[in-house]
């Protein structure tokens, strides 16, 4: 099955400055990677998502990168703001290959630093 | 728009004892319904996913079970709970394969 790899487990980072935070995927037939961030105690809340036919997506201050060859993708916020403090976790799926549902990476608790 | 339920919001069971928790999404008609767990400080670990009625499949074995009534209610169950199933759970719907999914806000299970 696929299996996700998330680092780091823990970034602190200044306010203003930006962060960036990867996982890697096993499967290679994988081809929907969303990325959620989760308040404490709160639901995840899907932020952005890539699929393996594009190679970069942006969104306002948050931005995604898949490399398909080396099985890696990437979250990068610019402008870090306190609210952005929080866990994120990124995924994988593959909707072709008779399962669904998104195999997740341990997290990582982004702390912005005033 | 599209709307997840979930309830009861906390639980505190003894061990041994049975478990049902309800998931029900509004707004959409045959959407792709999950079940996650997520242990404290931990990463999402998918427990059982239902793309249509009656169909449930399994990620893990373990004494949860799911089942799906009707289109867009999705039930997780255990007849005898144990203290390991102590988690936060998360159910989650899309609008099929590859789509994005979207959870609802969770029940903190603890196991006393």
């Known amino acids: 099955g696929e299996n996700v790899e998330q680092h780091p487990s823990t970034l602190s980072v200044q306010e203003g400055d930006s962060a960036v935070i990867k996982c890697t995927y096993s499967?290679?037939?994988?081809?929907?990677f969303p990325w959620y961030k989760q308040e404490l105690g709160k639901r995840p809340q899907l932020i952005i998502d890539?699929?393996?036919?594009?190679g970069e997506k942006k969104d306002q201050r948050i931005a995604v990168t898949l490399n398909k060859t080396a099985k890696h993708f990437s979250l990068h916020i610019t402008e870090t703001q306190p609210e952005d403090s929080a866990v994120y976790f990124c995924?994988?799926?593959?909707?072709?290959?008779?399962?669904?549902?998104?195999?997740f990476g341990k997290g990582t608790h982004l702390i912005i630093q005033p | 728009s599209q709307t997840i339920h979930q309830w009861p919001a906390t639980l505190v069971q003894p061990v041994g004892s049975p478990l049902s928790l309800e998931c029900t999404v509004e707004?959409?008609?045959?959407?792709?319904l999950y079940w996650y767990r997520q242990a404290a400080g931990r990463g999402l670990q998918l427990l059982f996913y239902?793309?249509?009625?009656?169909?449930i499949s399994s990620e893990v074995p373990q004494n949860l079970s799911a089942s799906r009534p009707q289109d867009r209610q999705f039930i997780l169950s255990s007849k005898k709970l144990l203290l390991s199933d102590s988690g936060f759970y998360l159910c989650?719907?899309?609008?099929?394969?590859?789509?994005?999914?979207?959870f609802g806000d969770g029940t903190r299970l603890s196991i006393l």
């Open positions: 239902s793309v249509g009625i009656g169909q």
């Open positions: 890539i699929r393996s036919n594009v």
């Open positions: 989650a719907w899309s609008g099929g394969w590859g789509q994005p999914q979207h």
């Open positions: 995924a994988a799926s593959n909707s072709g290959g008779g399962a669904d549902g998104l195999t």
């Open positions: 707004g959409t008609s045959n959407p792709n």
């Open positions: 499967d290679s037939a994988s081809n929907y």
